[in-house]
């Protein structure tokens, strides 16, 4: 059975990121709006910048700093999926994750562009980054 564990963003940081969802779906650009989903990450990270999976479909996502109290909570979830004989994606296992927040998914290369210059009007409010996530 697939599962999936997500960390969700504060509410201003939620609300930042369904606006632009809203603004990216009213454009064509990404479903995500209405994909039942809620913004998802981490909990207690500064948002650093915009990054692109490529591919023919691609993913463009928020990225958080990467703290060691994330990478040691990452592992620690690992280690306890494991032990319960889950066997996730290899893209995300300790070495591999990329931590991110879809903005939009199956972008066709082309429109990657339009969606990057939208993200690029997102602000944040500023987080500790040394904020303990557990």
């Not at 990478?71 to 306890?80: A, G, N």
Request: net charge negative; charged share 10%.
């Amino acid at each position: 059975m697939p599962f999936a564990l997500q960390l969700f963003v504060d509410p201003v940081s939620d609300t930042a990121v369904r606006s632009l969802w809203e603004e990216l779906a009213s454009k064509g650009l990404s479903s995500l709006r209405d994909s039942g989903n809620r913004p998802h990450f981490s909990l207690a990270l500064s948002i650093a910048s915009l990054g692109i999976f490529p591919g023919e479909q691609a993913v463009v996502f928020l990225a958080p700093i990467v703290i060691p109290d994330l990478l040691d909570l990452h592992r620690e979830v690992h280690q306890l999926l494991q032990g319960a004989g889950a066997f996730p994606t290899p893209y995300y296992l300790p070495g591999h994750w990329t931590p991110h927040c879809a903005l939009a998914t199956q972008v066709p290369p082309h429109l990657v562009s339009h969606v990057v210059a939208i993200g690029l009007g997102m602000s944040f409010p500023s987080i500790s980054a040394s904020r303990r996530l557990g």
